[in-house]
């Protein structure tokens, strides 16, 4: 058996043949998977009965390093567009799945983030169901680039959309902010920092399941990934044209977060996350909200940060504890290590 | 002008480098010791030492009896104002929620 | 953490606000006729505009955006020279983050690294250090900014580097220092500061001392502070006490860290290392003497200058850009003809607006919300 990926796995032949069969398939095993064609198929009046709109989305995945704590890449792109469908109201359904390996890959890695990818699909209920395979020469890519598309159906009682925000919703978030950020960079051990931080990366249909089926009725619901709470706060401010007001001293921070931000001088509302969303809801529903969320496992520092006000337009500020406010911008670049 | 975080060092780990880990807010790191070890502070006298730590490097000791004191001094303002604030009214025109900030 | 979250009280904070405003009202100024008070480092800018105190203080107080960030005043030919270093084939160019984005003549070391020189982000010049162990056959350069704070750890590493007799390893310096700064500052008739807020970290490393002879020659308070909220407010009440009783004296507030005599190691490591220069650039101040550090001699196998041909040409600053005023505090960010226009975050043409410690760059982000508020014409 090859012990790693070769030109000959992406040349359409029968080693890639194999490939697919031994190594991917039996990654994903679902039963659309197993028909022999070039695309999976729905039926579109079965979809019909779980609601009146497809959720469509799409992310690449080039994450590095490919394993870290609390998660790996595979982990990464089922759960990260499983996110961006769940936000919608939709049920995620259907993913697929385009692989770009680098020449000289380790299958074990492969297997490895392919059975990681597996796993997260089945414990969030999605299958994966179409894909694609290519190889390129060794430097061309970084061992390995996922991206998936994902499927869901709205429900035709779910109208969630920025613009409808309305003065005094509440804004919520589910939890510690900028876990991923800091434990990627930490594992990439350039800046040789030892800590316990771990990704939050996580699906959180669960959560949002919990929250529709207690009749919230979000405004607004993002989740909050590169750019972290600012770069989502500000899109949100923008879309809905209204000021978004932000108390700082309300937003849960885990102590290593502080502690790393500290030492390099990053602010933790800039950083990454993978397992937490952004929501604004009518001001009446704020402390349901809050109770369904913190219930959850993946809501137990939930917590009421902001509300939102007419003026000024589209912009967000942050109220500290000192009773000074200043403006939340989004960053430019991102965060780099500074020492002044 | 110059990022600086107090940090307790937790172990010295070479002696002739002069290097030794750090602790700031549960995250570790080695950092160099050498701005403050000389003849009268041993490397050993580090650990247990809260420091300044600044681009990886430990710059100088914190005064735990100076911290208190000023926190001390904090406090007595503190008081000293609400007497004054008890007396004459105050007129600062910081601003509730939305209002009118300069 | 500790040593931090309890100079962060905000109750404590109130009460200080509110010792400032008695103060401020029994020394008769007003919007009309402020004290104006200069932060000279970045990272009480960074304070003032992360905790929203400038916005808190009484109309009586001006504060002034001082030069203290190393990035700030980086001229425009330091970047190209880093540029000429770092686009040499052999090279990697370590550098903190905070110089990836300052604008050289024609681009910046993001855009460099984006078109393929090997330029890395490090936390501390140690990891240049190791870098250097590491890769044997490749020439691994740190460019050394800052001031007197960050300068020793440069110093302590280049001498680590020669003891261990590494060939490969190479310091681009342009370190500053504070006190000639301060002095061309002081003698700018341009500028009319009443008092000073003094460097914490600065100072932690070259004590009171050298501040004394500019207090008493111009006749204005200085009061080095820490870093947290409570640091810099208390700092404000011991300048006005000062005022109050027409004192003026270098007063140390950031007592836990600065002891006055300074850190006898890191000075000894900067003599050992480094001589002034006989004069240096500052992006928006000109040249001022004696205010940069150049490697001695006997260390120049570690000298990047001397290994590499450097342009090393004076480029102007670009003509619309103002920085040296806002720098002096002769106008305020947003008089600056192209703020907010021509010169963003994401198009920055001076420095001041490149760097988060920068008084432009920390007025766009956070301090715009008070004019967004105010009648249109203040700007």
Same mark, same amino acid.
């Given at each position: 058996?090859?012990?790693?990926?070769?030109?000959?796995?992406?040349?359409?032949?029968?080693?890639?043949?194999?490939?697919?069969?031994?190594?991917?398939?039996?990654?994903?095993?679902?039963?659309?998977?197993?028909?022999?064609?070039?695309?999976?198929?729905?039926?579109?009046?079965?979809?019909?009965?779980?609601?009146?709109?497809?959720?469509?989305?799409?992310?690449?995945?080039?994450?590095?390093?490919?394993?870290?704590?609390? +998660?790996?890449? +595979?982990?990464?792109?089922?759960?990260?567009?499983?996110?961006?469908?769940?936000?919608?109201?939709?049920?995620?359904?259907?993913?697929?799945?385009?692989?770009?390996?680098?020449?000289?890959?380790?299958?074990?890695?492969?297997?490895?983030? #392919?059975?990681?990818? /597996?796993?997260?699909?089945?414990?969030? &209920?999605?299958?994966?169901?179409?894909?694609?395979?290519?190889?390129?020469?060794?430097?061309?890519?970084?061992?390995?680039?996922?991206?998936?598309? +994902?499927?869901?159906?709205?429900?035709?009682?779910?109208?969630?959309?920025? %613009?409808?925000?309305?003065?005094?919703?509440?804004?919520?978030?589910?939890?510690?902010?900028?876990?991923?950020?800091?434990?990627?960079l930490i594992a990439r051990g350039e800046l040789q920092l030892e800590t316990t931080i771990e990704s939050d990366c996580a699906p959180l249909h669960g959560l949002i399941a919990a929250l529709l089926d207690a009749k919230i009725t979000p405004r607004a619901m993002r989740d909050l990934t590169r750019g972290g709470l600012a770069a989502?706060?500000?899109?949100?401010?923008?879309?809905?044209?209204?000021?978004?007001?932000?108390?700082?001293?309300?937003?849960?921070?885990?102590?290593?977060?502080?502690?790393?931000?500290?030492?390099?001088?990053?602010?933790?509302? %800039?950083?990454?996350?993978? /397992?937490?969303?952004?929501?604004?809801?009518?001001?009446?529903?704020?402390?349901?909200?809050l109770a369904v969320m913190r219930a959850h496992p993946l809501g137990q520092h939930a917590a009421i940060i902001g509300s939102c006000r007419p003026e000024p337009k589209g912009i967000v500020t942050l109220q500290n504890g000192f009773g000074g406010e200043r403006i939340l911008a989004m960053l430019v670049g991102e965060q780099l290590?500074?020492?002044? | 002008?110059?990022?600086?975080?107090?940090?307790?060092?937790?172990?010295?780990?070479?002696?002739?480098?002069?290097?030794?880990?750090?602790?700031?807010?549960?995250?570790?790191?080695?950092i160099n010791l050498a701005c403050i070890v000389d003849q009268d502070h041993a490397i050993g006298t580090c650990v247990g030492a809260w420091v300044l730590v600044h681009v990886g490097f430990a710059m100088n000791r914190i005064d735990p009896q100076e911290a208190q004191r000023t926190l001390d001094l904090l406090r007595e303002m503190?008081?000293?104002?609400?007497?004054?604030?008890?007396?004459?009214?105050?007129?600062?025109?910081?601003?509730? +929620?939305? /209002?009118?900030?300069? | 953490?500790?040593?931090?979250?309890?100079?962060?009280?905000?109750?404590?904070?109130?009460?200080?606000?509110?010792?400032?405003?008695?103060?401020?009202?029994?020394?008769?100024?007003?919007?009309? %006729?402020?004290?104006?008070?200069?932060?000279?480092?970045?990272?009480?800018? %960074?304070?003032?505009?992360?905790?929203?105190?400038?916005?808190?203080?009484?109309?009586?107080?001006?504060?002034?955006?001082?030069?203290?960030?190393?990035?700030?005043?980086?001229?425009?030919?330091?970047?190209?020279?880093?540029?000429?270093?770092?686009?040499?084939?052999?090279?990697?160019?370590?550098?903190? &983050?905070?110089?990836?984005?300052?604008?050289?003549?024609?681009?910046?070391?993001?855009?460099?690294?984006?078109?393929?020189?090997?330029?890395?982000?490090?936390?501390?010049?140690?990891?240049?250090?190791?870098?250097?162990?590491?890769?044997?056959?490749?020439?691994?350069?740190?460019?050394?900014?800052?001031?007197?704070?960050?300068?020793?750890?440069?110093?302590?590493?280049? #001498?680590?580097?020669?003891?261990?007799?590494?060939?490969?390893?190479?310091?681009?310096?342009?370190?500053?220092?504070?006190?000639?700064?301060?002095?061309?500052?002081?003698?700018?008739?341009?500028?009319?500061?009443?008092?000073?807020?003094?460097?914490?970290?600065?100072?932690? $490393?070259? &004590?009171?001392?050298?501040?004394?002879?500019?207090?008493?020659?111009?006749?204005?308070?200085?009061?080095?502070?820490?870093?947290?909220?409570?640091?810099?407010?208390?700092?404000? $009440?011991?300048?006005?006490?000062?005022?109050?009783?027409? =004192?003026?004296?270098?007063?140390?507030?950031?007592?836990?860290? $600065?002891?006055?005599?300074?850190? =006898?190691?890191?000075?000894?490591?900067?003599?050992?290392?480094?001589?002034?220069?006989?004069?240096?650039?500052?992006?928006?101040?000109?040249?001022?003497?004696?205010?940069?550090?150049?490697?001695?001699?006997?260390?120049?196998?570690?000298?990047?200058?001397?290994?590499?041909?450097?342009?090393?040409?004076?480029?102007?600053?670009?003509?619309?850009?103002?920085?040296?005023?806002?720098?002096?505090?002769?106008?305020?960010?947003?008089?600056?003809?192209?703020? &907010?226009?021509?010169?963003?975050?994401?198009?920055?043409? /001076?420095?001041?607006?490149?760097?988060?410690?920068?008084?432009?760059?920390?007025?766009?982000?956070?301090?715009?919300?008070?004019?967004?508020?105010?009648?249109?014409?203040?700007?």
């Amino acid at each position: 058996r090859d012990t790693v990926i070769t030109q000959a796995h992406g040349g359409g032949g029968k080693a890639m043949r194999d490939l697919i069969d031994d190594v991917i398939r039996s990654a994903f095993d679902n039963p659309n998977l197993q028909i022999q064609e070039d695309q999976a198929r729905f039926s579109l009046a079965e979809m019909a009965l779980h609601g009146d709109r497809l959720a469509f989305t799409t992310d690449g995945y080039v994450v590095s390093p490919l394993f870290f704590p609390g +998660g790996d890449i +595979g982990k990464l792109a089922v759960n990260g567009t499983i996110n961006d469908l769940a936000v919608s109201g939709a049920r995620p359904l259907y993913l697929s799945c385009s692989l770009i390996l680098e020449e000289g890959l380790p299958m074990d890695t492969l297997r490895e983030i #392919l059975a990681s990818m /597996g796993q997260a699909a089945r414990q969030a &209920g999605v299958q994966i169901v179409t894909g694609d395979t290519k190889v390129v020469p060794r430097g061309a890519a970084d061992k390995i680039f996922i991206s998936t598309a +994902g499927i869901g159906v709205i429900p035709a009682s779910q109208q969630i959309a920025a %613009h409808q925000l309305q003065p005094n919703d509440a804004i919520l978030i589910n939890g510690y902010l900028g876990d991923h950020g800091a434990a990627i960079l930490i594992a990439r051990g350039e800046l040789q920092l030892e800590t316990t931080i771990e990704s939050d990366c996580a699906p959180l249909h669960g959560l949002i399941a919990a929250l529709l089926d207690a009749k919230i009725t979000p405004r607004a619901m993002r989740d909050l990934t590169r750019g972290g709470l600012a770069a989502t706060l500000n899109e949100i401010a923008q879309a809905s044209n209204l000021h978004i007001a932000i108390d700082a001293t309300k937003i849960p921070i885990r102590p290593e977060v502080q502690g790393f931000c500290e030492i390099l001088g990053f602010d933790p509302i %800039h950083l990454a996350n993978e /397992g937490k969303l952004a929501l604004a809801v009518p001001a009446e529903q704020a402390q349901t909200a809050l109770a369904v969320m913190r219930a959850h496992p993946l809501g137990q520092h939930a917590a009421i940060i902001g509300s939102c006000r007419p003026e000024p337009k589209g912009i967000v500020t942050l109220q500290n504890g000192f009773g000074g406010e200043r403006i939340l911008a989004m960053l430019v670049g991102e965060q780099l290590p500074r020492i002044c | 002008m110059c990022l600086g975080i107090p940090g307790q060092i937790i172990q010295v780990t070479d002696t002739a480098r002069k290097l030794g880990i750090v602790e700031i807010g549960g995250v570790r790191r080695t950092i160099n010791l050498a701005c403050i070890v000389d003849q009268d502070h041993a490397i050993g006298t580090c650990v247990g030492a809260w420091v300044l730590v600044h681009v990886g490097f430990a710059m100088n000791r914190i005064d735990p009896q100076e911290a208190q004191r000023t926190l001390d001094l904090l406090r007595e303002m503190g008081d000293l104002q609400k007497e004054i604030a008890s007396i004459e009214p105050t007129d600062t025109k910081t601003s509730e +929620g939305t /209002g009118e900030i300069r | 953490m500790r040593y931090v979250d309890e100079f962060r009280d905000p109750v404590t904070g109130q009460q200080l606000l509110q010792q400032i405003t008695h103060q401020v009202r029994v020394l008769g100024r007003d919007a009309q %006729h402020p004290l104006k008070i200069m932060e000279v480092c970045g990272g009480h800018t %960074h304070t003032l505009f992360k905790f929203g105190i400038e916005s808190m203080l009484p109309e009586g107080i001006e504060m002034v955006h001082g030069p203290g960030c190393p990035v700030c005043v980086l001229p425009v030919g330091c970047v190209d020279d880093a540029i000429a270093i770092a686009t040499q084939p052999n090279v990697i160019f370590t550098t903190y &983050g905070d110089t990836l984005r300052v604008p050289g003549s024609q681009k910046s070391l993001l855009q460099c690294k984006a078109e393929g020189a090997d330029i890395r982000t490090v936390y501390s010049p140690s990891d240049a250090l190791a870098l250097a162990r590491q890769s044997p056959d490749r020439d691994v350069v740190f460019f050394g900014i800052g001031f007197e704070t960050t300068a020793p750890s440069a110093a302590l590493t280049l #001498l680590q580097a020669h003891e261990e007799g590494l060939s490969n390893f190479f310091l681009f310096s342009t370190h500053i220092t504070i006190i000639p700064t301060l002095q061309a500052l002081l003698d700018d008739p341009l500028l009319q500061i009443d008092g000073f807020i003094g460097p914490g970290h600065v100072t932690m $490393v070259i &004590g009171l001392e050298p501040y004394l002879a500019l207090c008493e020659t111009h006749h204005k308070p200085i009061v080095i502070s820490g870093f947290e909220p409570l640091d810099l407010l208390q700092s404000l $009440v011991m300048l006005l006490e000062q005022f109050q009783t027409g =004192r003026c004296t270098v007063e140390n507030q950031y007592k836990r860290v $600065v002891q006055n005599s300074g850190n =006898r190691i890191a000075q000894q490591a900067l003599e050992k290392v480094f001589l002034p220069r006989e004069c240096f650039e500052w992006r928006g101040l000109g040249s001022i003497p004696n205010s940069g550090l150049q490697i001695r001699p006997e260390y120049a196998h570690l000298d990047a200058e001397k290994r590499f041909l450097l342009p090393s040409r004076s480029v102007p600053d670009p003509k619309a850009c103002q920085c040296g005023e806002v720098l002096k505090g002769a106008i305020k960010p947003w008089q600056c003809k192209v703020f &907010g226009t021509a010169c963003t975050p994401e198009t920055p043409i /001076g420095a001041c607006m490149v760097s988060s410690e920068g008084a432009c760059a920390a007025y766009y982000n956070y301090g715009r919300l008070a004019t967004t508020r105010t009648l249109p014409q203040e700007r």
